[in-house]
């Protein structure tokens, strides 16, 4: 199982390296074109702030979709240097089944840029809100404007998360257009449409974090005076008070100790499982959705035998609410179309063996340091700067770190996909070579038997 790992992990970052150094070009100019956008749209925002907030939000929303569309820009720049859809012909593209995962058709066909950026900004957008990175990006935004406007000037600043209520509005006014775009895209191919609805997919997301990130604090504290809440923290606090007081290394009492564990568990250990472990899963599986992973239905997301009669039962029940079920179905619609591929993909993921999946988070593990290690360096050779000097350096800093390690992450992540995918489908590279050679040999032999019928 080691050496097995072992050579998964040096076969990925190999492959990884390759991939990235054979399109560097493509995806150094999406990130570069990305970061631009959005530091522009970032800067433009803080001054439109005293002018209009309404703007000055709808500006920032424009160059954080600008980032993150660059990301799947980057990834899908890689689809033709992938090796595993190429061992399979695309003369007739279908579904391929494999003995643990069916394979989409879409992942061995070529895909046009904005039809797959529309497709799956949606679940990058929810993966950047749920781990943090939108809220890095709302921070960048609140530094500039206390740069530039001051603490004393809070009323003009263009992003504040006081405004619950606008954001609320906000969220639920675009979800409607995005739905009735989406409704005029499927019958009207235009790029226009799709620009549109891509626009309304990133306001809808962002307008609802922001809404939820407003009203979190106040959900925090309405949630600590519950009683169920107050009564468990109660219960805990008297088992740590009838503990005995015994003196243990390090100098902590036994209840001390106790309290001190369950805090690094809640407080560290959990957010790190969470932030090594899957967030670089979901990361492979939204990647899988870049690559064609996304003509899939709920039933092949949720097998079982004892699960589907509980959704047929389900779906008997609900055939006669007439309305209801239709409004229900018109507001779920992008759960199955965007969000349901990327948790099968997730099994893409799982079913690829523990050699490949322990390979890859290493992987993504070392390079996630290396990039951390590299910034406490050159923030180490930078030296003390001044304010105007910091500001000009850390935005030089942020591109030039990013355009190494986050298209080589980009990179990963493809090669990644690849070996997940040559796993299930039951192809190593000998046997891949072998496939490849077969077909050219019959090729050639076709070619020469038609020219010896020409002559």
Sequence with gaps: MRVRTLEELLLLASESISLWLR???????FYCLGWTVHILCVFASVLLGPVSQVVATLVFVVGVLALVTS???????????????????TDEPQDLETASVTVPRLVFQAQRRLPVVAAVIGPFLAVY???????????????????LRGADQIDYWSVSLTRVTFYLVLAAVTFVLKRLVDAVQRRVQRSGVAVLALLLEGLWVFASFLALAAAASDLRGWIGTRRVVVGVQSRWNALLDALPDWRLPFELTLPEALAGMVDLVWRTVLPGLSTTILLP????ALTATVFGWRDVTGRQVVTGERTQQVISSVRQRTADLGPLTALT????ADLQGKYLPVVHALRLVW????????????????LTAAAQWVLVLARTVAGDLTNPELSVYLLFEELLHGLVFTTLLMASYAAAFDRALLGVMGEDQRSRRLRLARRRRATDTEAADAALDVR
């Design 23 to 29: 399109g560097f070009t493509r995806l150094g100019f």
């Design 71 to 89: 990301l799947v820009l980057m990834i899908h720049a890689l689809e033709p240097r992938l090796r595993a859809p190429a061992t399979v012909s």
């Design 129 to 147: 809100a749920v781990w943090g990175l939108i809220d890095e990006q709302v921070n960048l935004l609140f530094s500039y404007n206390n740069v």
């Design 281 to 284: 899963l979901v990361w492979l």
């Design 329 to 332: 179905t018109w507001v779920t």
């Design 351 to 366: 079913r690829s063996g523990p050699s490949v999946m322990a390979a890859y988070l290493i992987w993504t593990a070392l």
